[in-house]
């Protein structure tokens, strides 16, 4: 919608898909809208949003809750707003100060990205200059970590900006999983007698909400009980109940998720109702005995490029049956 807005004035959008994690509420890009004067209606199923003759302003704007969503909008939006937006509490994700070289390289001018406060003074241009290459995926590389930690036998990751992953290598180290974290890659072997741990998820530099599934596989691997709670998303458990089919000790009540040690996994067929819920699947049936089928795989591979083919280079028998399951056979 930013985008839309800072470049065309106005815009008509459908109602936030994503994933389905829980409720998504926009009120924050709406409140960020409106402070930069674009008028906001919200319709049925769907938020037209424009501007006047006078197009955008710059504006202050105190986030109530830290968003990444909102944050990422309203910098869309004030790169070409007349005058200086100063955003407060804006959201710190590594993916926020990449947005931000973006655009600088082609004429904005934004200054605190990746800090709470962030300034952007409007230009009326934005034009390419230059090749801009985005920042390594550290959700992927986090997925790839708990797989290889939870059943690899020596895996290097390669490709890591290991300073985005600090939250989630600190609970490998606690877990007691061996690491050798190196400029941009990271080896991992696969972990014995671990400890379970405690994952709270939280804004970056927290603990990635996008992790808490990805890293459940590994969990399952501990001596003993793990909770995970998931402060942003908590309803973010579509994942368990096609766990259970396979044998894990899993389990949520009151917003934490307890994940038991869990032996003797079994493959089954499951549906993989969102990316994260399904890679978790994905991650679990390369440990469990004989054959899983993941439905509606396509909500992984939309996030995960080429993961067929990288986990079948780790010599993991998958296969994409058509474009929407993955079967794995172990
Ligand atoms: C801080 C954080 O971890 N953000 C994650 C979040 O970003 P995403 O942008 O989807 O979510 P936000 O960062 O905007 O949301 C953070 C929290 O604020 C709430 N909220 C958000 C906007 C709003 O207008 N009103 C409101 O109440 C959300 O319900 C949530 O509890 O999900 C993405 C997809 O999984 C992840 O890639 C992001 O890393
Ligand atoms: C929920 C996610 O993505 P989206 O915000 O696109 O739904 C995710 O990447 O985990």
Redesign the pocket.
């Given at each position: 919608m930013g985008a839309l807005l800072g470049k065309f004035g106005k815009a008509l959008v459908g109602f936030p898909g994503?994933?389905n994690?829980g409720?998504?509420?926009?009120?924050?890009?709406?409140k960020g809208f409106r402070a930069l004067g674009a008028i906001v209606e919200e319709r049925d199923d769907a938020v037209s949003i424009y501007t006047s003759a006078a197009g955008l302003h710059g504006a202050r704007i105190f986030f109530d809750?830290?968003?990444?969503?909102?944050t990422?909008n309203v910098l869309l939006a004030a790169v070409k707003a007349k005058g200086t937006t100063i955003i407060e509490n804006a959201?710190k994700?590594p993916e926020i100060i990449d947005l931000a070289t973006f655009l600088n390289n082609m004429g904005a001018q934004i200054r605190g990205a990746g800090t709470d406060i962030i300034r952007i003074k409007g230009v009326s241009n934005l034009k390419a200059q230059n090749t801009h290459t985005i920042i390594p995926d550290r959700?992927e590389a986090g997925t790839y970590l708990s797989f290889a930690a939870a059943n690899g036998e020596g895996v290097l990751v390669k490709n890591v900006i290991t300073e985005h992953l600090e939250p989630f290598i600190a609970k490998l180290i606690e877990m007691g999983v061996y690491l050798e974290v190196n400029e941009d890659s990271i080896y991992v072997e696969g972990g014995h007698n671990l400890t379970p741990v405690t994952i709270k998820?939280a804004?970056?530099p927290g603990f990635?909400?996008?992790l808490q599934q990805p890293i459940t596989p590994l969990l399952l691997k501990a001596n003993g009980c793990s909770r995970v709670i998931d402060t942003?998303?908590p309803e973010r458990i579509k994942h368990i109940p096609e766990l259970k089919k396979m044998g894990v000790k899993i389990n949520s009540q009151n917003g934490v998720i307890s994940i038991n040690h869990s032996a003797n996994l079994i493959g089954a067929s499951v549906e993989a109702s969102e990316i994260?819920a399904g890679v978790s699947l994905l991650g679990v049936g390369l440990m469990a005995k004989g054959t899983t089928i993941i439905n509606h795989a396509d909500n992984i591979l939309r996030g995960y490029e080429r993961i067929v083919d990288k986990l079948a280079g780790l010599s993991v028998k998958i296969k994409l049956v058509d474009e929407a399951t993955v079967s794995t056979d172990q």
């Open positions: 994503g994933d994690i409720p998504r509420p926009i009120d924050q890009h709406i809750i830290v968003s990444v969503g909102a990422i959201a994700e959700i998820t804004p970056f990635a909400t996008d942003l998303y994260r």
